[in-house]
């Protein structure tokens, strides 16, 4: 059973950036599709971005020109580059295998002054 282990989330201001982290165990990662999904409180698991196993990107309207998405095969890792962050980034943020339907544990991002 793959696992996947998130980092990089914190405090950040409003128009700051920050890079997400997610590590996968074992050895189909680099034949997997990889997602970032967020949760804000109060509020349902919303779609952030797709990677293909390929290197194709695909995101959410609310993010697209600000957050990459990006992977590293050799370290079984995928990043979340977000920049220009606005307060409702607020949330945890999850990586996701769609083809496992294996999560991450999450890691919070909250963007205030």
């Known amino acids: 059973q793959v696992q996947l282990v998130e980092s990089g989330g914190g405090l950040v201001q409003p128009g700051g950036s920050l890079r997400l982290s997610c590590v996968a165990s074992?050895?189909?990662?680099?034949?997997?599709?990889m997602n970032w999904h967020r949760q804000a409180p109060g509020k349902q698991r919303e779609y952030v971005a797709t990677?293909?196993?390929?290197?194709?990107?695909n995101y959410a309207d609310s993010v697209k020109g600000r957050f990459t998405i990006s992977r590293d095969n050799a370290k079984n890792t995928v990043y979340l580059h977000m920049n220009r962050l606005k307060p409702e980034d607020t949330a945890v943020y999850y990586c996701?295998?769609?083809?496992?339907?294996?999560w991450g544990q999450g890691t919070q991002v909250t963007v205030s002054s």
């Open positions: 996701y295998m769609p083809r496992t339907g294996v």
């Open positions: 990677i293909t196993r390929g290197g194709l990107p």
């Open positions: 074992g050895s189909i990662f680099s034949s997997n599709a």
